[in-house]
């Protein structure tokens, strides 16, 4: 089974400060990891996923998180913050055990002070 | 726009009352996931279908169904409503049959009174 611990439930950077969201899983087969961002109104959307290969993954916006195996740990950075990126954000985490079931954090809010 | 078309958007019915869900996902996917977001509860995983059928089981009520239409649609079916379904579903889907990226519907904003 698969699970995911986001620390922290609310985040607040001022702009221009490093982002740093954590994010933790727990998968008994080989995991796919991914951050998604909701806006508020909307659904979510993709940021950057971690399928194999790099461990160093780049997604939209300036966003990219590294996975770590030895630590289970997925974690969102970002060097600058800017206003727009205030919003939730949730880490997931699939697997195949026969069907895939994305299993998503409890979302961490990022507020971005001016 | 992810692509991923949900009605309708906003429901309020009561209790006991039955609900259906609607999600069109994006041209050319086979997989349709469905949701639960509520304040409490975070977002859970319900179900999923891929190509018609069930794959995937999370943790959805006895009182909900969903299924997956030849057309590749979905509906989700909430029946015996209680005050705790009261809940933004969100309908997603992908191409690929795990691992890919899902591309989510604005959700459905159910009320129940």
């Known amino acids: 089974a698969q699970s995911v611990t986001q620390l922290g439930s609310h985040v607040s950077v001022s702009e221009g400060a490093l982002v740093l969201l954590r994010c933790n899983y727990s998968?008994?087969?080989?995991?796919?990891l991914f951050w998604y961002v909701q806006y508020p109104n909307q659904g979510l959307q993709l940021l950057l996923k971690?399928?194999?290969?790099?461990?160093l993954v780049k997604g939209i916006n300036g966003f990219e998180a590294e996975f770590k195996k030895s630590e289970t740990s997925f974690h969102l950075t970002k060097p600058s913050a800017h206003m727009s990126d205030a919003a939730e954000y949730f880490c997931?985490?699939?697997?195949?055990?026969?069907?895939?079931?994305?299993?998503f954090g409890a979302g961490t809010r990022l507020f971005v002070k001016a | 726009d992810s692509g991923v078309t949900q009605t309708p958007k906003h429901l309020i019915t009561a209790t006991g009352q039955r609900v259906t869900l609607r999600c069109s996902p994006r041209?050319?996917?086979?997989?349709v996931y469905w949701y639960q977001q509520s304040l409490d509860q975070g977002l859970q995983f319900l179900i999923q279908?891929?190509?018609?059928?069930?794959?995937a089981k999370g943790n959805i009520l006895e009182r909900f169904s969903a299924q997956q239409f030849p057309d590749l649609h979905s509906e989700l079916n909430l029946s015996s409503l209680e005050l705790g379904d009261s809940a933004l579903y969100f309908c997603?889907?992908?191409?690929?049959f795990g691992s890919g990226e899902l591309f989510f519907g604005e959700g459905s904003r159910l009320t129940v009174l």
């Open positions: 971690y399928t194999t290969g790099a461990t």
């Open positions: 041209s050319g996917d086979l997989s």
């Open positions: 279908y891929y190509n018609g059928e069930e794959r």
């Open positions: 997603a889907s992908s191409a690929a």
């Open positions: 998968s008994s087969v080989p995991p796919y």
């Open positions: 997931a985490v699939s697997a195949n055990t026969g069907g895939f079931k994305t299993i």
